[in-house]
């Protein structure tokens, strides 16, 4: 219990999704006995993104596991929720990227825990990945709590992610606005048709309607 409360006193919303996902390995790191090096791996339409990862060596394991379109990370974040790997050199289910892993890094041993609000997999954020140099490196506590982790941590990102998107509609909605108080002022223009102006230059241009905005409040017409 003690340890729950460690990880709920520490994983909190701080400041962006970036330093939130930074924030998370590092507690691995500080708080999972086994663990030697973490990070975040979230599944992006251009493919997987490494966040936050602790040093080199979480960085490159991840890598690895990109491209070789195999690992833990893989299936922990698409399917099985968590996969403990006590020894890498006998981990014949991702034959390639697990003996990468272990000869190229000398990672011994790996939990990857699936990061998700809910059990639904088409939910999944991703998955935190915790790789140790020594083989069974990861005790039964050890995993109890990076899991307690994944499902903290994506709760925190979650709400990380709504804020920014907050913000950025405000932002958005406040530079459409001063362009068009910029239009009206320098034209008999209504708001309406101030608007529709910005929407058809949008369109025009195929330039997002923020930028268009953005443009004409940092550049007014003369």
Avoid at 70 to 77: I, T, Y
Avoid at 132 to 148: E, R
């Amino acid at each position: 219990m003690a340890a729950l409360l460690q990880l709920a006193d520490r994983v909190h919303f701080s400041g962006s999704h970036e330093d939130t996902y930074r924030l998370i390995a590092t507690t691995a790191v500080e708080r999972i006995v086994g663990c030697d090096a973490a990070s975040i791996s979230t599944l992006e339409k251009s493919g997987p993104v490494s966040h936050g990862p602790t040093g080199p060596l979480a960085e490159r394991a991840d890598q690895i596991q990109y491209e070789q379109a195999e690992g833990p990370f893989w299936d922990a974040a698409m399917s099985e929720r968590w996969i403990y790997i006590p020894d890498m050199h006998a981990a014949g289910r991702w034959p390639t990227s697990s003996r990468r892993l272990a000869d190229e890094l000398g990672v011994r041993s790996m939990f990857s825990c699936r990061l998700a609000v809910g059990a639904n997999p088409r939910a999944t954020l991703g998955g935190i990945n915790l790789y140790s140099l020594a083989p069974d490196g990861f005790t039964a506590a050890d995993q109890l709590l990076a899991i307690l982790l994944s499902l903290l941590g994506a709760a925190v990102v979650m709400d990380a992610r709504r804020q920014e998107n907050l913000q950025a509609a405000i932002a958005t909605r406040q530079v459409i606005g001063e362009a068009i108080g910029i239009l009206r002022a320098q034209s008999s223009l209504t708001s309406e048709q101030a608007f529709d102006m910005l929407v058809s230059a949008s369109m025009r241009t195929n330039v997002k309607l923020r930028d268009v905005a953005r443009q004409i409040a940092r550049h007014p017409p003369h």
